[in-house]
């Protein structure tokens, strides 16, 4: 048992159907996920670094399966301009990652929730 932890850069293009206060989308994304399954691969060793809060630390570093896999997504939601400097929007993306191990190609779904600003 462990926790999967997942990091993605991508590039990514959206397309709004209308210049209106509320509008849907679709976007598209491509680029690379760091997969670190946390599933011990070695024994630990023993290994210590300057932390600039805590000062000279001392710990275990146990070697992980990790991976960094070619990632792609597309999706669809909504855009609300709040005003003209603010938005909000929300909606539902699929990412495909391509693991080269036995795994193939994985999917999985997100929801997605966010704001930001508007630049004219």
């Known amino acids: 048992r462990g926790d999967l ?8 293009g959206t397309y709004h159907f209308f210049r209106k206060a509320l509008t ?5 994304a491509m680029g690379a996920t760091y997969l670190d399954t946390n599933v ?3 024994p630990s060793t023993p290994v210590c670094w300057w ?3 805590w000062g000279y ?5 146990t070697p992980t399966l990790n991976d960094t896999v070619f990632s792609y997504e597309v999706g669809a939601g909504v ?3 709040v005003n003209d400097q603010f938005f909000m929007r929300g909606g ?7 693991v080269d191990r036995s795994a193939g190609t994985v999917d999985q779904g997100l929801w997605r929730f966010g704001f930001g600003m508007l630049f004219q």
């Open 57 to 61: 630390y001392c710990g275990l570093d």
């Open 79 to 81: 855009r609300l301009d």
């Open 51 to 53: 932390d600039p809060w």
């Open 92 to 98: 539902y993306s699929q990412q495909w990652l391509d």
């Open 5 to 12: 932890e997942m990091t993605t850069m991508n590039v990514n």
């Open 40 to 42: 011990p691969t070695g």
């Open 24 to 28: 849907p989308y679709v976007h598209g």
